[in-house]
């Protein structure tokens, strides 16, 4: 049996999940890395994806949008600019944001165009996904 | 002396004051409840933000590529006062407050020679700063329309911040709120958010491992947390507002209660009065026979 460790998922509005778990899937800015008891203190951003905890009592998966994480061998906290969990609920709202997205993308150019072209693209897979 | 039926003309139409505060306050009460409780839930995203970005940027602080919004521009020549009042009056001195506090603050600046600029976030400061800062007035927010504040509130507020500051259009900038104590308290408070304070001891001994590197989260991070303490603000400013609210309505609910005693006892006298002279009127009339 693996050690559990503190986690919290924190968007600016509330808290949305908090509690023991074994670990923690995050999709990072440079890939997906999985966080569990004593990992090495790191901070890394998030890219749109689908973050999953694994806790004894089962796992939760949500959609994040982006945010940052911080990784300490005592916890991890996740703070997401939106996080929805991946539902069809979430699902709904998901695509609507999906859609703004887009169209900010759409009408931006250059490298803030290639930023929104990235995000919208992970997130479209993030959202195929939950199905 | 005004008649009898002005007098209960008078007491009818405080009465029906009394009905508008008490129910004002009521809902100021219900308000306030939810305010705070938005404000309760956004205070562990602010705090952890707070802790990593002070732990960031004491370790980036100093060096050379260190991001604008925490180095500064290299003068503190134009400030940006962000002033934040209600959109609605009738709650105490909330507005007034702010103003006052926000209204000194640019008199001290412009007494050193300073350039003031003031972006407004709400109606009745704007109100009252035009008047004597008028000039100095570059742009309003308009929350009227808003029934619940939310984060994209303050990424409206923060976007229209930026562009301004990547025009160098300004060198500091400090948002004015009130902050929520309790009820019957509420403390107006200036707050820098660009360039970011750091405080002095929040270098952490934890050793942290960044993905991508230090510097690209700090330049993702810095915007994030300059929306994070306006959203904080703009909660607390809620709570507040309801705060001093219900606290101004209860005390006019009071001063209700009292005038109606005073005018129900004026106009009982007048009427006894009335009756009295018109009994002399009688007994007199009566003996004369």
């Known amino acids: ?131 | 002396m005004p008649s009898l039926k002005d007098l209960k003309n008078r007491i009818g139409s405080v009465k029906s004051t009394r009905k508008i505060t008490k129910a004002m306050q009521m809902v100021a009460a219900a308000k306030l409840r939810r305010a705070q409780e938005a404000a309760e839930a956004a205070r562990p995203y602010a705090d952890k933000m707070a802790d990593v970005v002070n732990g960031l940027a004491a370790s980036v602080a100093g060096s050379e590529g260190a991001p604008k919004l925490l180095a500064g521009t290299g003068s503190d020549q134009t400030h940006l006062l962000i002033v934040m009042t209600a959109e609605r009056g009738l709650c105490g001195g909330f507005n007034s407050s702010i103003v006052k506090v926000a209204r000194y603050r640019a008199e001290k600046l412009m007494g050193e020679g300073k350039t003031v600029k003031i972006l407004t976030v709400g109606k009745k400061g704007r109100e009252q700063l035009r008047r004597d800062l008028g000039a100095h007035l570059v742009g309003h927010i308009d929350l009227s329309e808003v029934k619940r504040v939310g984060y994209e509130n303050a990424a409206e507020i923060s976007k229209k911040v930026f562009e301004m500051f990547e025009a160098g259009e300004f060198d500091v900038a400090t948002i004015f709120y009130n902050r929520f104590e309790s009820v019957i308290s509420q403390i107006p408070t200036p707050r820098q958010i660009i360039p970011a304070v750091v405080p002095e001891d929040a270098a952490t001994d934890a050793l942290y491992d960044y993905e991508p590197s230090e510097e690209a989260i700090l330049e993702d991070l810095l915007p994030r947390s300059v929306t994070t303490q306006i959203f904080t603000a703009l909660l607390e400013n809620g709570a507040s507002e309801q705060g001093a609210r219900m606290s101004a309505m209860d005390n006019a609910t009071r001063n209700a209660g009292d005038m109606i005693d005073r005018l129900t006892i004026e106009y009982n006298r007048s009427r006894q009065a009335a009756i009295t002279k018109e009994l002399i009127e009688i007994i007199s009339g009566a003996e004369a026979l």
Do not use: C, W
């Open chain 1, 1 to 131: 049996m693996a050690e559990l460790m503190q986690f919290d998922l924190v968007s600016p509005e509330r808290k949305l999940a908090s509690g023991q778990v074994r670990a923690v899937q995050i999709p990072g800015a440079e890939g997906d890395m999985t966080a569990m008891a004593n990992h090495a203190a790191t901070i890394t951003t998030l890219r749109p994806g689908v973050l999953v905890s694994e806790a004894p009592e089962g796992n939760s998966r949500f959609v994040v949008t982006g945010g940052f994480a911080e990784i300490s061998p005592q916890g991890t906290s996740v703070l997401a600019e939106r996080a929805y969990p991946a539902n069809s609920e979430g699902r709904a709202v998901l695509e609507v944001i999906l859609q703004e997205m887009r169209a900010k993308a759409a009408e931006s150019s250059g490298p803030e165009k290639d930023r929104l072209d990235k995000a919208a693209n992970d997130l479209s897979r993030a959202i195929e996904s939950i199905s």
